[in-house]
């Protein structure tokens, strides 16, 4: 028996909603769809993208249709529901905020995608009681994403959360298995962080389950594709040669474009990676 072809790069490459942050939703779906791009991230980010509005009331069809008419499918709802390490945020608040993403997230059959604790590298408590309770709150995250079909990403290392460095990355992942979340690699985090991104991706590539693509310097993760010192040839290769099948996704908030060239630079971006991931895969 024949094993099935792998889809073709251009289908691997998708990107987020909030690389036109700026612009209305159905606006920014269209461009995305105008680079022939096939799947997207949609940005449920409060105070960095609102196409999905947190606490979210809308109606997931809405999402949906706009989606069909752009030709695309959502891969994942990248949201914040909370500091996840702070102990004010009971279960109950959690759960009330985080549904409607899930909701969505199933209406438009993507991933939830969840960052790894709250907006500063100070903990609560202290670092290994606030690590054990973003573990616990994964955990409920999980188990109500699983009533209703839906995967849990978790976006560690993450520069601007508290699971900002690879080693309490790597805590949080040891308390909290595959069996519960997937690993959502942004490569920008990685190198702003002042971290191995090729050292790092090969020790976790067997739990990376979708990547985010911007390129970053140390202390500055909003640079666009090729302006900073991601080594995108050589993430893609040990993720590739570890059998990663899933999507990369240009996620560009940068602040290095100016607005009325963020289309070119998408184009630019979107053609660039779906090259370097077909002359990886050769």
């Known amino acids: 028996m024949s094993t099935p072809a792998a889809p073709a790069p251009k289908q691997r490459v998708g990107i987020s909603t909030i690389t036109f942050r700026f612009r209305p939703f159905e606006e920014a ?21 609102d196409h999905v509005p947190v606490p979210f009331t809308g109606d997931p069809q809405d999402y949906v249709a706009a989606l069909e008419r752009h030709g695309l499918r959502a891969g994942a709802v990248n949201g914040d529901v909370g500091p996840l390490n702070d102990p004010a945020l009971d279960a109950e608040t959690l759960t009330a905020t985080a549904l409607p993403l899930v909701r969505l997230a199933a209406a438009t059959g993507g991933a939830l995608i969840l960052p790894g604790g709250g907006q500063s590298w100070d903990p609560y408590v202290d670092e290994d009681a606030d690590i054990e309770r973003i573990a616990a709150n994964l955990r409920l995250m999980s188990a109500l994403c699983a009533e209703h079909g839906v995967r849990l990403l978790v976006e560690v290392l993450h520069h601007r959360r508290f699971c900002w460095s690879v080693a309490r ?18 490569t920008s985090h990685v190198v702003a962080s002042d971290e191995d991104l090729v050292a ?3 020790k976790h590539a067997a739990r990376v389950e979708r990547v985010h693509l911007r390129d970053a310097v140390p202390g500055n993760l909003n640079l666009g594709i090729g302006r900073g010192k991601v ?12 059998g990663f099948t899933g999507t990369y996704v240009l996620e560009l908030e940068t602040h290095d474009v100016e607005e009325h060239e963020r289309e070119a630079d998408a184009q630019r971006s979107f053609d660039e990676m779906t090259a370097l991931l077909a002359e990886v895969q050769r």
């Not at 096939?38 to 449920?44: C, I, K, S, Y």
């Open 29 to 49: 779906v269209r461009l995305i769809g105008a680079t022939g791009a096939d799947e997207v991230d949609l940005g449920a980010l409060p105070g960095v993208c």
């Open 169 to 186: 990355a790597d805590k949080l992942l040891s308390l909290v298995g595959p069996d519960t979340i997937g690993l959502l690699l942004d």
């Open 200 to 202: 790092w991706a090969t």
């Open 231 to 242: 080594d995108f040839r050589g993430t893609m290769a040990v993720l590739e040669a570890a």
